[in-house]
């Protein structure tokens, strides 16, 4: 029988112990109303329409004055337990005539953020004038320390080949004499293009220079993402150099890494680094606009993919580096892209906010992520009330006084549901622990529901591709093979608990899976909208749903 139930205030307090997946919570149910007969769906209540974008970010910040983050450049400084977020602020010729100049924020706990350089946050690293400087516009870098002094090695990019004697994109050094400082470069470093008769594209794609210290071999590596004909084929590769002092750069003729068996368009924002014995490739797939990593056992490999999923974050994070402060914990800090005219139809932009994951190793030397221990004590400082406003189809609470429900479906498009109102906060975390017992189709969270059946955004468990899903698409046009919004593998096995934490800061939406995924999204109809969770041809448990939120938005 198909029922729907009248609306249930949740009163969350201090009253009684409530167990979830991270721990105790505090719940004070009222009485559950008895189960009104309905014989058609009721939608009237639900809100949908997109709201305006908020610009208030705090746990995912953008520029103070409004631009996107760009690919961003961290930096742990240990003197200060600091991580120093050095980034490409999006302007192009802008009223001080920088395109992409470097820009910088820092936090002591990933919850909070705050500028960095002259005045209250000024330019660190600005462009060059002329029009055929070699740095007439800034990429991509990284930063390193040597007795004191910050080295920073960015991407020149002048745009002007046409009429300027150099290639378009080299690399550069500039020096800074502490963080947070503005960096001045150096004009007696020679720039770093693409070797020439050595089958490069010469003329463009040679950027994004990672610069790692080897302290067994007492050297620098740096890397670049290029491209090159590699026996007639033209593939992105990962060049390197190595040096002993900074400055002096020895090409090896050699790849860091082809790309294997895949060839990949350009392998952007490279970087090595070491966790414990095992070495780490990451990169930025340019056409897919996903992250990967190799794994090795030495800083020139062979790498070798994951022995688990292949990757660990969707189409949401990108151009991600990571640090590793002096506890020995790593975060991977990236960028969420925008959308053109900040809807959800809009082309996939370049920028967007800055995105701290915290990144572990497995026991089989993999990488997984999930929400930083910091981030997550700042959002459950409350837990406040949300109302569930309807339930559809063959739902069944089981465990009293809580939000914790059974839901079944027998056939494809048979959406069964519970449906919530909109939550009014501008952060804060929705937190569940989720099973199934089995799988015809999905199951899993729906966000700026029209409906409970069809006219919602799906976030969704897929057993039958090992993949969770965001779909924008409606439910009746979904299909085998409809390409999703955004995905991450993720391994489903049934009567298995897996928790899920979703973090919502105005349209940046990041779901953690199990402790070991995420998935990052752009979903501007995602705030002050109706949710709720659904099955479809399945059935499947959603333990203790709760919400909870900093103590100041």
Same mark, same amino acid.
């Given at each position: 029988m198909k029922t729907n139930f009248s609306r249930l205030r949740l009163r969350l307090g201090a009253g009684l112990a409530l167990l979830l997946a991270g721990g105790c919570q505090n719940l004070t149910p009222e009485a559950t109303p008895a189960p009104v007969a309905s014989a058609s769906r009721s939608d009237a209540a639900l809100t949908c329409a997109q709201q305006p974008e908020g610009t208030n970010y705090v746990i995912y910040p953008q520029c103070a004055d409004g631009p996107a983050v760009g690919d961003v450049m961290p930096y742990y400084n240990a003197a200060d337990n600091r991580t120093y977020s050095y980034f490409l *602020?999006?302007?192009?010729n802008d009223a001080t005539t920088q395109r992409h100049p470097w820009y910088g924020l820092y936090t002591d706990n990933f919850s909070a953020y705050y500028p960095v350089g002259p005045g209250t946050g000024g330019e660190l690293l600005g462009c060059s004038a002329p029009t055929c400087a070699p740095d007439f516009a800034l990429g991509t870098g990284s930063i390193v320390q040597r007795n004191g002094t910050l080295y920073a090695y960015y991407t020149g990019f002048n745009p002007n080949t046409s009429s300027c004697p150099n290639p378009k994109e080299g690399v550069m050094l500039a020096t800074a004499p502490a963080v947070g400082q503005a960096f001045v470069k150096n004009l007696n470093f020679q720039t770093l293009y693409a070797p020439a008769g050595l089958n490069f594209d010469s003329n463009d794609n040679f950027r994004d220079p990672y610069v790692y210290y080897d302290a067994a071999a007492a050297k620098y590596y740096l890397l670049v993402a290029a491209r090159r004909n590699v026996a007639g084929t033209w593939r992105g590769v990962i060049a390197y150099y190595t040096s002993p002092d900074l400055l002096t750069w020895t090409y090896q003729d050699a790849y860091q890494y082809a790309g294997g068996s895949t060839n990949f368009f350009m392998m952007e924002c490279p970087q090595l680094l070491k966790l414990g014995s095992t070495y780490y490739l990451l990169f930025s797939d340019m056409d897919a606009k996903t992250m990967y990593y190799r794994k090795g056992s030495s800083p020139t490999g062979p790498w070798s993919a994951p022995a688990g999923n292949a990757r660990f974050e969707g189409n949401g994070c990108y151009g991600g580096k990571v640090i590793t402060d002096k506890y020995g914990d790593s975060y991977l800090q990236a960028w969420v892209h925008r959308r053109a005219g900040a809807t959800d139809t809009g082309a996939w932009q370049w920028g967007g906010n #800055? !995105? @701290?994951h915290k990144l572990y190793q497995l026991a089989n030397g993999d990488l997984a992520l999930t929400i930083p221990h910091t !981030? *997550? /004590?700042? !959002?459950? =400082?409350? @837990?406040? =009330?949300?109302? *569930?406003? /309807?339930?559809?189809?063959?739902?069944?609470?089981? !465990?009293a006084n809580t939000e914790s429900y059974r839901l079944v479906s027998t056939a494809n498009n048979d959406v069964a549901n519970v449906l919530y109102d909109p939550i009014n906060l501008t952060r804060f975390k929705i937190s569940a622990t989720v099973s199934y017992a089995s799988a015809g189709k999905d199951f899993g969270f729906l966000l700026a529901a029209c409906d409970g059946y069809n006219q919602f955004y799906s976030l969704r468990f897929v057993p039958g591709q090992n993949r969770f899903r965001l779909d924008f698409t409606n439910r009746a /046009? #979904?299909?085998?093979?409809?390409?999703a919004t955004a995905d991450v593998p993720f391994p489903l096995q049934p009567n298995t608990d897996y928790t899920v934490d979703i973090v919502e800061e105005n349209s940046v939406v990041v779901v953690y899976l199990n402790n070991v995924a995420a998935l990052t999204a752009r979903i501007y109809k995602a705030p002050k909208t109706s949710w709720g969770v659904f099955v479809d041809n399945s059935t499947a448990t959603f333990k203790n749903i709760v919400v909870k939120a900093p103590a100041v938005q």
């Open positions: *602020k999006d302007v192009w #800055l !995105l @701290t !981030l *997550k /004590s700042y !959002l459950e =400082a409350t @837990t406040p =009330a949300f109302t *569930k406003s /309807s339930q559809w189809g063959n739902v069944t609470n089981v !465990l /046009s #979904l299909t085998s093979t409809t390409v």
